[in-house]
């Protein structure tokens, strides 16, 4: 038998009992046990840590089948001999939970809980913790310190080993299912991951992330890192602090704070009433103050007005000089101006008169000449000059016909070189006019 | 009191409102005296809630509880 194969099987140490020479124990998983015996010597050779082997424990034993052939008082049996133990590497609890967290944390059951609102102000709480545990005295030692005293409904259970994990999910379960119970609990004190191991079974972590009921987890101590911590709606690090995360208000100085407030409403109430009461005296005596008060203002603005129209009419005067010294200088300007340009004008006139005037003078003398010559031409005298003679009437007229002449008797011949009287012969006349 | 608030928490943030509202000195007569009334019977109210948590721990297992919740409603003893 000895012969056989050496081999390791890792489980749960479960009735964990010894005799003068061996010690006895189950090794379990979650498909079955394995009877095991180990010698006392070498238990104590392998130097395990004391109280490292019990029950609840996670161990690795190395070893081989064994039979006991039976006495008179005992049946023969088959065990499993170890000559190795260790406790379970922390290791392999790790990677196993690392991998449930990322399962569930990737189905978002860490946010629920998270997201349920939490009373401030609960009036029951319950508590999943172990009946003899200290969890249980520091939890109700940190309500009394928040000044709480409601109620408090205890659900205990096993909080180590494998049965424990059940038996929280099912007293969770129970609380949950009292509509007076606003909040839970779920306290242990610390110990190794092994020890934890019940506070991350995936079933109870899966049935508290889909609890209405805020779960405050209070496992292990600071370091201990369990998944129920992760799902919970708050993880404290001690039943104290769950205290604390139950009952987020601190009553003592919540009812401090109701007094101060009851005391600065009946100020306020008395206050507001008073304040207004003055007000309102002092609103009757004030029509009086404000007739004066407008009477002075009145005369202030009287004053401003007189001082301001003042003002306006020296300004006004003043511009209006400005603008009469303005328009009269451009006047002159315009003046001097005007005067030059009529100067220029005349004198541009003047030149053009005198050669106008020169013009007609020339015009008028040809003319002149040629009337002379025309006169000339029509002169008597130079007919007389071709030896032709006028007969002119005593009063020095012409004779132009003979009747007039016969008329007249007598008439005067006046000739180029000078006159002579002739008789005028009416009968001789008539002979040569008649030849 | 007109209408009760849902919890702790609403009366505390109404009175806080309520608290406010008064030290900005901007309530007229009415308002405030309306503020001071509801105030009164806010801190009423929540003084009654504490009285629920301050009257002595009470500690019940969860059959208790049961057995309790079954019963009609009896006066609560500390």
Known sequence: ?435 | MSEPPESYESAVERLEQIIDRLDSGQAGLRETLDLCREGRDLVTYCSAELDAVGEGLQELRLDELAARLEQPAEPRQS
């Open chain 1, 1 to 435: 038998m000895r012969r056989r194969a050496r081999v390791s099987l890792i489980g749960e140490v479960t009735g964990f009992s010894r005799s003068r020479t061996q010690a006895y124990f189950e090794l379990r998983d979650t498909e079955g046990a394995v009877p095991c015996v180990i010698w006392l010597n070498e238990l104590e050779r392998l130097d395990l840590p004391k109280g490292g082997l019990r029950d609840g424990a996670e161990v690795v034993i190395g070893g081989g089948p064994n039979y006991y052939r039976g006495s008179a008082q005992a049946s023969p049996s088959f065990s499993f001999r170890a000559t190795h133990v260790r406790l379970a590497g922390e290791g392999d609890l790790l990677a196993r939970l690392e991998a449930l967290r990322e399962q569930l944390r990737a189905e978002g059951l860490f946010e629920l809980q998270k997201q349920l609102p939490r009373p401030r102000l609960p009036k029951t709480i319950g508590v999943v913790t172990a009946e003899a545990g200290a969890a249980r005295r520091d939890l109700l030692t940190g309500l009394q310190r928040r000044g709480w005293a409601g109620t408090v409904v205890w659900a205990f259970a096993p909080v180590q080993d494998r049965r424990a994990a059940p038996a929280v999910a099912a007293a969770i379960q129970e609380l949950a299912a009292r509509p007076v119970v606003e909040a839970i609990v779920v306290a242990r004190g610390g110990g190794s991951l092994a020890d934890l191991w019940a506070f991350c079974d995936e079933t109870l972590c899966r049935t508290v992330a889909m609890l209405r009921v805020p779960v405050i987890s209070a496992v292990g101590h600071e370091r201990d890192s369990t998944l129920i911590d992760d799902v919970a709606a708050v993880a404290c690090s001690t039943p104290t602090h769950a205290a604390e995360a139950a009952v987020p208000l601190d009553c003592d100085e919540a009812r401090a704070g109701l007094e101060r407030c009851a005391a600065a409403l009946r100020r306020t109430g008395e206050g507001a009433v008073g304040a207004r009461t003055r007000h309102l005296v002092a609103l009757a005596r004030g029509p009086a103050r404000a007739l004066r008060r407008e009477r002075i203002a009145l005369n202030q603005k009287t004053r401003e007005i007189r001082a301001a129209a003042q003002r306006g009419v020296a300004e006004r005067v003043s511009f209006q000089r400005r603008i009469a010294l303005v328009v009269l200088d451009r006047t002159a300007r315009r003046a001097v101006t005007g005067a030059a340009s009529a100067a220029t004008t005349n004198r541009r006139r003047s030149v053009a008169l005198d050669r106008s005037a020169s013009a007609a003078l020339r015009r008028r003398r040809d003319g002149l000449r040629r009337a002379a010559m025309a006169l000339r031409a029509h002169d008597p005298e130079r007919t007389l000059e071709r030896g032709y003679a006028l007969a002119e009437d005593t009063a020095g007229e012409p004779v132009t016909s003979a009747a007039a002449a016969i008329a007249a008797g007598h008439v005067r011949l006046r000739f180029a070189d000078g006159g002579v009287g002739a008789k005028i012969d009416p009968e001789g006349g008539g002979d040569e006019r008649a030849a």
